[in-house]
């Protein structure tokens, strides 16, 4: 009965195809989990203009939030508050454009990406500016943390769900590019940073930073909206038909009305929790070096400026991994879910070995191969929410994805600052790092098992 009521929905599309307007994408019907699948038609060059578009203002958001390690000490000195309590600046900036997915997620729904991204880059703009002239670390957190953070949430999330419509075959190669912007900018601002602070003060650095958000402003302009509101009508007329009684059935309206009724009646709700919680531990891992390894360095007997290099280091290797993991989400023989699993294990490694590390050299490779393997991780995520979800959950899923990640910044370097302080030693830091991955790679592996029994079930039921 499902394949024939498929069929018939099949023909029917096909039919409206010959009669009206060729749209952005042609979509097939393919399967139960993966209700749409599209083939790419030609969209002249401008989704590629959106792609750079969108790589700048994510070089510009990561690359602010991943250089606050350089500027710990310098803000510790002035303002005071402690390691732990500056610490939670640079975290509650990255919680607060990470928490912020899901409104603007909705916000996208709304307006569209173009202003929405526009908007975020003049908040995010005032922000920094207010923040540069603040007498006290609550100044800090409220301009540079609060008001910048949710202007970066505005711009991150049409930055990355924004480039999707324009692609389907290289779609997971496109948003890859866009991710790599974040290695880019790590590894452009740590420098002018340590420049600017080393000659002008952390004050100036704000001022550099609130100067490229408003250059942000034309990067958001860019962004053209996208006629795809045919492409939505027959994603969600095929999944209300294919599953209309489960949804009748629907009864917890709470979860329907926080994930979206879609992805909350998606059959891999399961395995998408299960990744979820992988992701917060990751992540919480991921953002602790970024903040604590430059001081760890310094203890070590490395210089500023070479401390401040490691940042870089990590964030061009993080480039490279972001847009590898985007080429290999695109292979048919590889599964972006359990790539994911093998980057996350691999991450384990260094950041045991970082604690020990004596040499310059042993520091740039160990932090450089961490920064590889999390950045795979980041390039796999869209792709590996598409392939267990399908598009038409993306903007909610990878809206709640984000948030989860807010999360894990606000808990992961003032925790590990907080162990520093209490016991003096940097090098806890880096092993709080190395224990929440074991703990993501064994929750990755039990959800990369079951998404495989599901696919094999799936299989059997088709046969």
Not at 136 to 160: D, K, T
Not at 212 to 217: A, E, G, K, Q, R
Not at 292 to 319: E, M, Q
Not at 327 to 354: E, G, K, R
Request: a negative charge.
């Amino acid at each position: 009965t499902k394949l024939i009521l498929l069929d018939s929905l099949l023909q029917e599309i096909m039919e409206d195809r010959h009669r009206e307007k060729r749209p952005l994408v042609n979509i097939i019907v393919t399967d139960e989990n993966n209700a749409v699948e599209t083939v790419e038609v030609s969209q002249g060059y401008w989704g590629w203009v959106v792609v750079l578009a969108s790589f700048f203002n994510i070089a510009v958001v990561d690359g602010v939030g991943y250089t606050t390690g350089i500027l710990l000490d310098s803000l510790l000195a002035d303002l005071g508050g402690g390691r732990g309590g500056v610490a939670v600046a640079g975290s509650l900036q990255v919680g607060v454009y990470s928490l912020s997915g899901p409104l603007v997620g909705k916000l996208i729904d709304r307006f569209g990406a173009r202003p929405v991204c526009i908007l975020g880059a003049l908040i995010s703009c005032f922000g920094l500016s207010a923040a540069s002239f603040a007498s006290n670390l609550g100044g800090v957190l409220v301009g540079y943390s609060v008001i910048a953070g949710f202007g970066f949430g505005m711009m991150y999330i049409p930055s990355v769900v924004g480039v999707a419509p324009y692609f389907t075959e290289r779609r997971a190669l496109a948003i890859g590019i866009c991710l790599c912007g974040s290695g880019v900018g790590t590894f452009a601002l740590a420098p002018i940073s340590q420049h600017i602070l080393e000659n002008f003060g952390w004050r100036w650095v704000f001022r550099a930073f609130s100067a490229f958000c408003l250059c942000c402003v034309l990067c958001g302009a860019a962004m053209a909206p996208v006629d795809s509101q045919e492409e939505e009508e027959e994603v969600y007329l095929h999944r209300t038909t294919g599953s209309r009684i489960e949804k009748q059935n629907f009864k917890n309206t709470a979860l329907s009305i926080i994930l979206g009724e879609d992805l909350a009646s998606s059959k891999s709700l399961g395995i998408f929790t299960l990744v979820v919680l992988a992701d917060f531990l990751a992540f919480t891992a991921i953002y602790i070096p970024y903040t604590h390894l430059p001081p760890l360095a310094k203890y070590a007997g490395v210089s500023s400026g070479d401390a401040a290099f490691l940042i870089s280091a990590g964030g061009i290797s993080n480039t490279f991994g972001r847009l590898f993991g985007g080429w290999l989400s695109d292979q048919p023989w590889t599964h972006p879910l359990y790539l994911t699993l093998m980057a996350v294990t691999a991450a384990i490694l260094p950041s045991f070995v970082l604690p020990w590390c004596s040499a310059y050299w042993i520091f740039i490779l160990s932090f450089g191969f961490f920064g590889f393997v999390t950045g795979c991780q980041v390039g796999c995520t869209s792709p590996m929410l598409v392939k267990l979800l399908g598009l038409s959950c993306l903007t909610q899923a990878f809206g709640i994805m984000t948030a989860v990640r807010g999360i894990a910044a606000l808990v992961g370097p003032p925790s590990a600052g907080l162990l520093i302080d209490d016991f003096h030693e940097p090098g806890l830091a880096l092993y709080l790092c190395g224990a929440l991955m074991v703990a993501s790679s064994c929750i990755a592996t039990i959800a990369s098992v079951v998404n495989r029994l599901t696919e094999r079930r799936a299989n059997y039921v088709e046969l």
